[in-house]
């Protein structure tokens, strides 16, 4: 039997700096998962995938990342996700400096 499908934010890494982002409703990468697209239809979320890893020229890696929704918009299920929300852990720099 399938695994049912789960909600999904597009994630990626910026092509510049590196570091994490997400794609949002209108088509920008954001920093800030709480301000991602939350896909909750799976052809939706394909159609997404898709779309971002033809925009090369901004990011790389790509791919659908499980998220919940919360009153503060989505955020991540997995410890990876979680951690990517937190910037790169080499040195504080990045988001790890706004904290």
Known sequence: MAKA????????NALLEGDAVWLTEDDRW??????AELLTDEAHA???????????HEIAGAYLADAIETPDGPAPVHFREDFRTRG?????HGKQTEA
Do not use: C, G
């Open 88 to 92: 790169p852990s080499n040195y504080f």
């Open 30 to 35: 954001t920093h800030d998962i709480a301000k």
């Open 5 to 12: 499908f789960t909600s999904k934010v597009v994630t990626a």
């Open 46 to 56: 394909d159609l997404r995938l898709i779309e971002a890893q033809m925009r090369q």
